[in-house]
C-alpha cells in the first residue's frame, strides 16, 4: 500500500513540475523579442565543416525552439540564396551578421 501511495505522489509531483515549466515557457516565448522583420533581406554567416562564408537571406518567419533549454533564442525562418537552388533554413538570431543594406549589397552564390 506505501508503493502505491508513493507512486501516485511522484507521479503529482511529475505532473506540476511539467506543468510549472510549461508555463515558464510559455512566458519566456511571450518575452521573446525579435530583432529584424518578416520580409527584410539580411546576411548570415554560415560556419560549419564545409563552408566558411556570408550568405544573403530573406527572412519569412518568425519562430522560436521547442527546446525548453533554448526558449530565449529568437529564430527566423529564412531564404537563402546559395547557387541556383533557394533553400529554407531556420538561423539562430545571433549568427546573423547585418542587414543586407547596411553591407551594401545582397550576395548571391
Given at each position: 500500500?506505501?508503493?502505491?501511495l508513493l507512486t501516485i505522489l511522484l507521479i503529482i509531483i511529475c505532473i ?29 554567416h554560415q560556419i560549419n565543416c564545409y563552408y566558411n562564408r556570408m550568405v ?54
Open positions: 500500500m506505501k508503493i502505491f506540476l513540475a511539467n506543468y510549472v515549466k510549461n508555463r515558464i515557457y510559455k512566458k519566456s516565448i511571450n518575452n521573446l523579442k525579435y530583432k529584424y522583420s518578416v520580409g527584410e533581406k539580411i546576411i548570415y544573403g537571406c530573406e527572412i519569412l518567419e518568425k519562430c522560436y525552439s521547442t527546446k525548453f533549454r533554448k526558449r530565449n533564442t529568437p529564430l527566423y525562418k529564412v531564404k537563402a540564396y546559395v547557387g541556383d537552388n533557394d533553400t529554407t533554413w531556420v538561423i539562430p538570431e545571433w549568427r546573423i551578421e547585418c542587414l543586407a543594406t547596411t553591407y551594401g549589397e545582397f550576395p548571391k552564390y
